[in-house]
């Protein structure tokens, strides 16, 4: 979901889990320094990262679908193939998670299930109109949602959150979106005003998906704010706090990328 970033756009969520993934097992703490093997021996953990796989394997499926219905507005050839090219990259991620949730013993499509409506009500009130709306909601949007599960990746095992890490990897696509959108823009300067506002919606609607998810899951929700002690790793209602405003800063900077403002 996460194949829309450049390096030119890093964003502070991107910088956390840089940082976290770059330190030794001496450094972290908690269910973070443990394997997959150890840290499933608690039941609520192994309940929440199967949500987490789930949810994540049934956002990259619908983004694959979402991306491949997207390419029927290209203006091009070269465009068309462009976000299939995408699209096949999100199908891949989609794959990983499948095959990890199989090994961890967890049914793939019952694992996605309680995500299926969130996410689908999600793309169907922000379907894009036109190209445009369409790259800014692959990049902006999507970046949203990834920010927000690299932010939990900082706390999982091991095991867990380099499966994760890896399925929110840059793809080298982010370019294309902030050319595409910069030179329409540089046309016709009323394009971006237009684009400021559905990219404010695409972060109204990210956010509330994320909390509604989050919410409805208590295994999730309990790893998030390290409400169990064997989960607890850094993360409290304040912390939670502060993560939606790094994530908020981050959507600033990818405007900002794009020629917009926020």
């Known amino acids: 979901m996460r194949f829309m970033e450049t390096p030119d756009n890093a964003t502070p ?36 990262v199967v949500d987490l796989l789930g949810a994540l394997a049934y956002g990259e499926l ?36 499948r095959d990890r949730l ?29 190209w445009l709306e369409g790259l800014v909601k692959a990049y902006v949007g999507d970046s949203i949602a990834s920010d927000f599960y690299r932010e939990i ?3 999982l095992d091991s095991d867990t959150r380099r499966i994760v890490l890896s399925v929110l990897d840059d793809t080298g696509h982010g370019n294309f979106a902030v050319e595409k959108v910069r030179a329409a823009i540089d046309a016709d300067p009323r394009v971006g005003g237009r684009l400021a506002l559905w990219a404010r919606r695409l972060m109204g609607e990210a956010l509330s998906q994320a909390q509604r998810v989050v919410a409805e899951r208590d295994a999730l929700s309990t790893m998030l704010v390290g409400g169990v002690d064997s989960m607890a790793a850094g993360f409290d209602l304040a912390e939670v706090g502060r993560m939606f405003s790094r994530i908020t800063e981050a959507h600033t900077k990818r405007m900002a990328a794009l020629g917009l403002a926020a």
Not at 25 to 38: M, P, Y
Not at 104 to 112: H, Q, S
């Open 153 to 155: 990746a900082a706390r």
């Open 62 to 97: 619908a983004a694959f679908e979402r991306l491949a219905e997207d390419a029927k507005l290209a203006p091009t050839l070269a465009d068309k193939a462009e976000l299939a090219k995408m699209a096949s990259a999100e199908f891949h991620h989609f794959e990983q998670l």
């Open 13 to 48: 969520a991107d910088e956390n889990a840089e940082a976290t993934t770059g330190e030794t097992a001496e450094e972290l703490t908690g269910i973070a320094a443990q394997d997959w093997a150890t840290a499933s021996a608690e039941p609520h953990y192994r309940a929440a």
């Open 102 to 130: 199989a090994a961890v013993d967890a049914e793939p499509t019952a694992a996605m299930e309680p995500f299926a409506k969130a996410l689908d009500d999600f793309h169907r009130q922000t379907a894009p109109s036109d």
